[in-house]
């Protein structure tokens, strides 16, 4: 059963006239949601929340009131915030696609190698969940796939992940709830103040 929708903003309902199936609905889904859990946070309204948010861009509030970031996959909505630059990422576990074409295309020459071996459904798991610390910490970045999703590498007995080229270094903290996997990218200075996030 889809969750019910929320009122969104005149501009957004604007914006969502652009759209059709899938994304109409993904778009007044989670500018909706981004509205009512950040009302319940500040007890504010939730179409008083100050939020830019067009069809295709990294949701925006207006300075000082922090940082948000969404991700979809096919049913559900998760939403994180933070006082500082945050980027969140969830997918289903048993999400099905051939690992050993996306780890090569996409992955460095350092993670294939610590990959070799894995059987088949070890392999999958493996990706996803690296492909999923990837993502997150390119919407931290607030910068495209393309170039970046072979930069990021995660290191485990930190739980830093680090861009190759660029020097970047953010905490990660990765969750397995359910059927998901769920991964949040912030600002180090975080660990002893962790972000706040909403799964719907």
Not at 54 to 74: D, E, F, N, T
Not at 137 to 155: D, P, T, V
Request: net charge negative; aromatic share 10%.
């Amino acid at each position: 059963m889809q969750a019910p929708l929320q009122p969104i903003s005149s501009n957004e309902q604007a914006w969502a006239l652009e759209l059709s199936g899938k994304r109409l609905r993904e778009y007044q889904h989670s500018r909706g949601y981004i509205r009512v859990a950040l009302s319940q946070l500040w007890e504010t309204p939730a179409l008083k929340i100050p939020l830019y948010a067009p069809p295709g861009q990294s949701p925006q509030l207006s300075k000082g009131l922090g940082y948000v970031s969404i991700s979809h996959c096919c049913d559900a909505l998760f939403i994180g915030w933070s006082p500082k630059r945050i980027g969140v990422d969830i997918e289903r576990m048993d999400r099905m696609f051939n690992p050993e074409k996306l780890v090569q295309r996409y992955f460095s020459q350092k993670e294939i190698g610590s990959l070799i071996g894995l059987e088949k459904e070890d392999l999958r798991i493996a990706t996803l969940e690296s492909w999923v610390n990837k993502e997150a910490a390119i919407k931290w970045q607030q910068a495209s796939l393309a170039g970046n999703i072979s930069e990021w590498i995660f290191y485990k007995n930190s739980n830093l992940m680090f861009h190759e080229s660029l020097g970047y270094e953010i905490g990660l903290h990765r969750i397995r709830h359910d059927e998901w996997c769920i991964a949040i990218a912030y600002d180090q200075e975080l660990h002893s103040d962790p972000p706040i996030f909403c799964l719907n």
